[in-house]
């Protein structure tokens, strides 16, 4: 079990060392804000893409595409699968509004 969280703890730091800061966008009258195009492309975002809205903590916004979504949780489940953080995971999944988490390829 100990290796298998230092596997997860060095995961999530290469993914830190990962995560850019694109800039700053403004909110306009109609709640729109535009995505800086370094980030679209950098995470493979186009038009017509669902994006899932997060807030974390009440001050964090989080954007994520769907189907990126559902691959994570099912990436999730998979390493938790039979504790306790499995049920956390599928009661985050059941806040999903409804087929948000299949895959295109589905």
């Known amino acids: 079990m100990k290796a298998e969280n230092v ?3 060095n995961k999530i ?3 830190l060392v990962n995560d850019k800061l694109y800039g700053t966008t ?3 009258a109609r709640g729109q804000v ?6 679209r492309k950098d995470l493979g975002l186009n038009p017509g893409d669902q994006i899932l809205v997060m807030g974390h903590f009440g001050r ?6 769907a189907e990126q979504l559902g691959e994570i949780i099912k990436a999730f489940m998979n390493q ?4 306790r953080m499995e049920k956390v995971v599928k009661n985050f ?3 999903i509004p409804g087929d948000l988490l299949r895959h295109k390829n589905n």
């Open 7 to 9: 596997k997860l703890k």
């Open 13 to 15: 730091r290469r993914s």
């Open 26 to 28: 403004t909110l306009g």
């Open 34 to 39: 535009v995505i800086p195009a370094a980030a």
């Open 60 to 65: 964090v916004l989080g954007l994520i595409k």
């Open 80 to 83: 938790w699968s039979g504790t």
């Open 93 to 95: 999944a059941k806040k």
